[in-house]
């Protein structure tokens, strides 16, 4: 969080949160999300921590729906 005020301050407004549901988790939160693009791709593969996992969400966060692009084979 000390990391992304110190961007704020620089004037950096958009940031890109690439990680696993642990990170998406602290994330929300600790109140950092105001958009979400979520790239999906047609195979999923691995394990580990859900992309929000339930011990991460205290509540229900609502979604808009606004496009979706399908972007080359994968």
């Known amino acids: 969080v000390e990391t992304l005020r110190d961007l704020a301050s620089r004037g950096v407004v958009t940031?890109?949160?690439?990680?696993?549901?642990?990170?998406?988790?602290?994330?929300?939160?600790?109140?950092?999300?105001?958009e979400v693009w979520c790239y999906i791709a047609p195979l999923v593969c691995g394990t580990g921590t859900p992309f929000v996992p339930e011990s991460g969400a205290s509540r229900s966060v609502p979604l808009r729906f606004v496009d979706a692009v399908p972007i080359g084979q994968d």
């Not at 940031?15 to 105001?34: S, Y």
């Open 15 to 34: 940031v890109l949160i690439e990680g696993g549901g642990t990170l998406h988790a602290q994330a929300f939160a600790a109140g950092l999300v105001d």
